[in-house]
């Protein structure tokens, strides 16, 4: 009897492609799973990108519950309540490679049941990643190696903007060469950094990162003001929030950070680390929906994030500073306040929410 040599070759493709099919399956579910769309159990549609990058512990997951992901500039979370506490209210951890040490070993040390990789941390900084795009584009091929092996979304080298002691000034001539040096790298989406107090600046900064192609993660965001009110970060996370909710190419973003101090100033922190307590900018950021908001309901609404009207915004700007919402003592400064938050929004009323041309997922 002749051996079926077809079926030899039919099972041999089998085979090639079990581990490579098996891992292309669990990217795909993973992209679902922290892609725009995906809404994890007990978060609510309004918080569905947003997410925060700290150290956290279980009593910080507790108080940020609400939120839909989490980083650490690490690749796992060594403590095992604060892992627990996190899948308790469906926050996920997203790690991450920093710079060059440790790739040898990196599948080792991710967080079991992650979904995601963020890669090399402000690259183009000398004080951060600090790598040229050639460099990157070495190591590139180890990182994709874990992330085909374990099923993950990879996430672009997220280089930001650099005014001093840099590798590259504008994180675009980076990209652009890494890019280059990289093609036919897998890169799932684009990482970016971008401080600012000015929502116009931001928004600009984000349609120059459509450039890629790719869905935009912004891993880190806010309103440099040291010495200054808190109301300058609050109008700015206001105006953000709404821009970012809106853009369809902004799959995720976090504020920076828990706790600020320094060049980014006291104003931006989301909490007091020792009281635990939410700031007036954390429960902002935590509880702020414009039209929930405009209507005095729960924030907890079946609407869905991106189809606010600018109108609105302006309204809840309105219901929050003059019944002395989240921002109690402010009443000499609500009319300037709220008509320059409300020119803001009226120059974008006509636009429609921002969708872009490519699958994020």
Not at 170 to 197: A, I, K, M, N, Q
Not at 290 to 308: I, K, L, V, Y
């Amino acid at each position: 009897m002749r051996w079926p040599w077809g079926l030899t070759l039919w099972l041999l493709s089998i085979s090639a492609c079990w581990d490579g099919c098996a891992a292309a399956a669990v990217r795909r579910d993973a992209a679902a799973d922290l892609s725009d769309s995906a809404v994890p159990d007990g978060v609510s549609p309004f918080l569905r990108k947003r997410g925060v990058g700290w150290g956290l512990n279980a009593t910080h997951i507790r108080t940020l519950a609400g939120l839909s992901w989490w980083y650490k500039w690490g690749p796992s979370v060594r403590d095992p309540e604060t892992t627990r506490a996190a899948a308790a209210v469906g926050m996920r951890f997203v790690p991450e490679q920093w710079g060059r040490g440790g790739i040898a070993d990196l599948g080792a040390r991710i967080q079991p049941g992650s979904a995601v990789l963020l890669s090399f941390n402000e690259p183009n900084h000398q004080l951060q990643a600090s790598l040229t795009p050639q460099e990157a584009a070495e190591l590139w091929p180890q990182l994709e190696e874990v992330a085909d092996r374990l099923g993950l979304r990879l996430g672009a080298p997220a280089a930001a903007p650099c005014g001093a002691q840099c590798v590259t000034p504008s994180p675009f001539d980076w990209w652009d060469e890494f890019f280059t040096r990289c093609d036919g790298c897998r890169v799932d989406f684009l990482v970016t950094h971008y401080y600012s107090c000015n929502a116009d600046w931001l928004a600009t900064y984000l349609r120059q990162c459509r450039k890629y192609q790719r869905p935009i993660w912004l891993k880190e965001f806010a309103c440099p003001n040291p010495g200054g009110t808190d109301v300058v970060s609050w109008q700015y996370m206001v105006r953000a929030l709404g821009l970012l909710d809106r853009d369809g190419w902004v799959e995720k973003y976090a504020w920076f950070a828990l706790e600020t101090s320094g060049w980014l100033g006291t104003s931006n922190s989301l909490m007091n680390l020792h009281t635990g307590a939410l700031t007036e900018l954390g429960q902002l950021y935590m509880g702020y929906t414009p039209a929930a908001a405009a209507a005095g309901t729960s924030s907890d609404n079946s609407q869905e994030a991106g189809t606010t009207s600018w109108s609105e915004l302006c309204q809840s700007c309105i219901h929050h500073l003059g019944s002395g919402g989240l921002l109690v003592g402010l009443a000499p400064q609500q009319h300037k306040y709220c008509s320059e938050s409300c020119g803001f929004w009226e120059r974008n009323e006509a636009q429609a929410p921002v969708q872009p041309d490519i699958n994020p997922t």
